[in-house]
């Protein structure tokens, strides 16, 4: 689970395809890869509009595709990335599947919750816990945020 710097960004990179996937159906840019032992087991990007369902974030469709792939609730040993930090639900989701690690992009400031408003990820109350790293490709990742709601802010 200790990747080099051009691995994090390598990873990254595939979260940002994701992320351009949401792009392309008008959805909130954010994308998502799970990773274990080097290799993608699940991938997922904002499909709220698309599938009409509230709960449909990156990181959500990416554990149910690792679920499914490792045929197991359980996502020890993996390394979420995302290219926006987690909000409330997928904090508590990625705690709920304990995955032992994430590392997002740019930070969430209205709706973050693994160090922006709130950090649940972290949080001693809670049995599970997980290691958070920030910043990989942050300005990429923030980036393609910006102009889509620059963009809508237009229309």
């Known amino acids: 689970m200790d990747y080099t710097v051009e691995e994090k960004e390598a990873f990254m990179r595939e979260a940002l395809k994701e992320a351009e996937i949401a792009l392309e159906h008008d ?13 993608i087991i699940g991938r997922g990007h904002n499909a709220r509009e698309e599938l009409q369902r509230a709960v449909m974030h990156a990181e ?3 554990i149910e595709n690792a679920n499914l792939r490792e045929e197991s609730w359980r996502l020890l040993d993996c390394t ?15 705690g709920l599947a304990r995955i032992p690690k994430v590392v997002y992009g740019a930070k969430n400031q209205k709706f973050g919750a693994a160090g922006s408003l709130y950090d649940i990820l972290t949080d001693e109350r809670l049995n599970h816990r997980v290691d958070v790293e ?4 942050e300005s990429d990742c923030a980036s393609i945020m910006q102009e889509f709601f620059r963009n809508r802010r237009k229309k």
Not at 27 to 39: A, H, N, S
Not at 80 to 94: H, Q, R
């Open 27 to 39: 959805e909130i840019p954010i994308g998502c890869v799970i990773v274990k032992d080097g290799e």
């Open 60 to 62: 959500i469709m990416a």
């Open 80 to 94: 979420l990335f995302v290219t926006i930090e987690p909000c409330v639900m997928c904090s508590g989701a990625i």
């Open 134 to 137: 920030t910043g990989i490709l």
